[in-house]
């Protein structure tokens, strides 16, 4: 599969203050390598140094070091050509407030090129696309922050694009909203085969969206992997918690297929497995099969917010876990 | 360049054109900058010249002088609302990921400040001719459109100054977009001969197209040019400041994606 963005050594500092004596390191040489038609997500915490990340890749930032190039285009040389072919949606979206939804899409329609009657006609499936069609009139600064979202997420449609970036699509979002947007990400995704580079600090907007994810934290990428690989990576495993009287044969426990450790504190259990969902049935029967008395089961998985975690304090205490 | 391609540079330029238009449409206070102002200005400055019972040469002088004024401010202001109106909406990214050219910004903004810089003219010169008796009609069409032609491109550079200093500074360059006609005005003697300015006024003066366009088209209502070339030395100033400007634009630009003053200027 064709490359559609690669970088190779991205390195951003910020200055400010009086002649730029304060300095921040915001990227500290950026390497990736996203396929063509690819969701991949890239995420971290505030300050992480994603938005610049993004921004850099759809050339609104020039990197200080480094190499980048969009579907095969370089992007320090020819931005301008990649720019034909890529858009992109941001979270806390701004247009120009005396706009009317139509218009606003007309408006960057225009800047993409679109002749008449081929703008009216994508103007009008995208209104249809995010539901838009009750708000054609209403200008810009009249409309909720959901609408606004979805009025972004159609604007960075206009031309089609090859390359879609989206920088925090849901954040400030009601979550039946973030939902819905997402759906629309992930089915537009699918229909057009567009690769997407979505910027989140929402784990799991990352985890139902993305086929890859990059966790960036300080200005460096701290692993890169498909969501269930950076689970196994961290050997995290799920959490089975049992409340329980009576006694349980711990060596049995321990020798079950998929038990990596437990613990026992007066009546709890915390049994860590594998897979919660498939070793869930096989531990109880063993608290069965010791006489114990089960008063409450509960299963928490691992989600990427705690893999996130974990690498990050790998990192922080220098153990090499840079893959 | 190909039809298609042409085309969609067209558009391109169109859509600043459509979006500056519907701005206006929309903001109540363009109705002031393109009617009232302007309106109110000229007529306190022609019963000045009333007041002081100047003959209808002088009267012309000045009145030449407002009105070029203006029509300066409101055309330059349409080319720096290009910039200016990414600014306050904070959407000045969604305008520079989108595939233009700086030059198709300038012009197709430019093209909506012509279109009504020319109302304001309209209105200036009907009145000056009911109020004052002032005809802007004497030195004939072809000169008045070249004196227009003059002060439109004028206007052009000194939105793009406004523009490029946005890039350099910003939300403090702003105040540029209302300043720098009006300090051009003052130099290029608006309501005077530049020999009376202080030196090195004069000198600056004489590197400022205004003071040519105001010159060249005095010289119809019985003003002695006190330079020679008049036109080549406007139109010749114009062009080397429009290469100059577009230059530093495309510098400001490619600095403004070098510190992230687009990604700044969109939060």
């Known amino acids: ?285 063993i608290f069965y099969q010791s006489g114990a008395q089960i008063k409450k089961v509960s299963l928490g998985q691992t989600d990427l917010e705690d893999v996130f975690i974990e690498f990050a304090k790998e990192t922080d205490s220098d153990m090499g876990l840079r893959l | 360049m190909s039809s298609s391609n042409l085309q969609k540079k067209l558009i391109q330029i169109w859509a600043f054109v459509y979006k500056n238009w519907i701005m206006t449409k929309r903001n109540v206070f363009s109705l002031f900058e393109i009617l009232f102002w302007p309106v109110v200005g000229f007529l306190s400055v022609g019963l000045l010249t009333d007041f002081l019972k100047l003959d209808a040469n002088m009267s012309g002088f000045i009145l030449i002088g407002i009105i070029s004024m203006s029509v300066t401010q409101v055309c330059q202001i349409d080319v720096a609302y290009v910039l200016l109106y990414d600014l306050w909406s904070k959407s000045m990214k969604h305008t520079f990921i989108a595939p233009v050219y700086p030059f198709q910004l300038i012009f197709g903004s430019w093209l909506i400040g012509v279109f009504r810089s020319f109302i304001v003219f309209l209105v200036l010169s009907i009145l000056s001719s009911l109020a004052f008796g002032f005809d802007f009609l004497r030195p004939g069409i072809g000169p008045l459109s070249l004196f227009l032609l003059g002060l439109f491109l004028i206007s052009a550079l000194v939105g793009m100054m406004v523009c490029i200093l946005v890039l350099l500074f910003g939300y403090k360059a702003d105040v540029a977009a209302w300043s720098i006609s009006s300090l051009m005005a003052l130099i290029c003697g608006i309501y005077y001969p530049i020999s009376i300015l202080p030196s090195p006024l004069p000198e600056i003066a004489r590197a400022i197209p205004l003071t040519y366009f105001l010159e060249y088209f005095r010289t119809f209502y019985g003003f002695d040019a006190e330079m020679k070339g008049l036109l080549g030395w406007g139109f010749g100033l114009t062009a080397a400041y429009l290469m100059i400007e577009a230059f530093l634009f495309k510098a400001v630009l490619y600095r403004a994606r070098k510190k992230g003053v687009l990604i700044k200027l969109s939060e």
């Not at chain 1, 480094?66 to 034909?84: A, N, P, S, Y």
């Open chain 1, 1 to 285: 599969m064709a490359l559609a963005i690669q970088a190779e050594g991205i390195c951003k500092t910020f200055r400010s203050g009086w002649r730029g004596q304060n300095e921040k390191l915001v990227l500290k040489g950026i390497d990736l390598q996203i396929e063509q038609g690819e969701i991949f997500g890239v995420l971290g915490p505030n300050g992480a140094g994603k938005t610049t990340l993004l921004s850099i890749l759809s050339t609104l930032l020039l990197p200080d070091r480094g190499k980048v190039q969009i579907l095969g285009i370089d992007g320090l040389q020819d931005g301008h050509r990649i720019r034909e072919r890529v858009n992109m949606s941001s979270g806390n979206a701004n247009f120009l407030w005396s706009l009317t939804v139509q218009e606003n899409l007309h408006f960057y329609g225009m800047l993409y090129g679109l002749a008449g009657k081929k703008r009216k006609a994508k103007v009008r499936a995208l209104i249809s696309l995010f539901n838009l069609e009750e708000h054609l009139d209403v200008p810009f600064d009249r409309l909720s922050t959901g609408m606004k979202q979805r009025l972004s997420l159609a604007k960075s449609l206009l031309n089609d694009p090859e390359v879609l970036f989206l920088d925090e699509p849901s954040v400030g979002l009601d979550p039946s909203v973030s939902i819905w947007i997402r759906d629309q990400i992930r089915s537009i995704q699918k229909e057009k085969g567009m690769t997407v580079l979505l910027t989140t600090h929402n784990m799991r907007e990352a985890e139902s969206l993305c086929n890859r994810i990059a966790f960036l934290k300080a200005g460096e990428i701290l692993t890169t992997g498909t969501p269930e690989a950076l689970k196994r990576m961290v050997r995290m495993g799920d959490t089975i918690r049992i409340e329980f009287k009576g006694k349980i044969s711990e060596e049995e426990l321990l020798r079950a297929d998929g038990v990596i450790n437990f613990s026992i504190l007066d009546n709890l259990c915390e049994v860590i497995v594998d897979d919660g969902e498939k070793r869930l049935g096989p531990v109880i029967a």
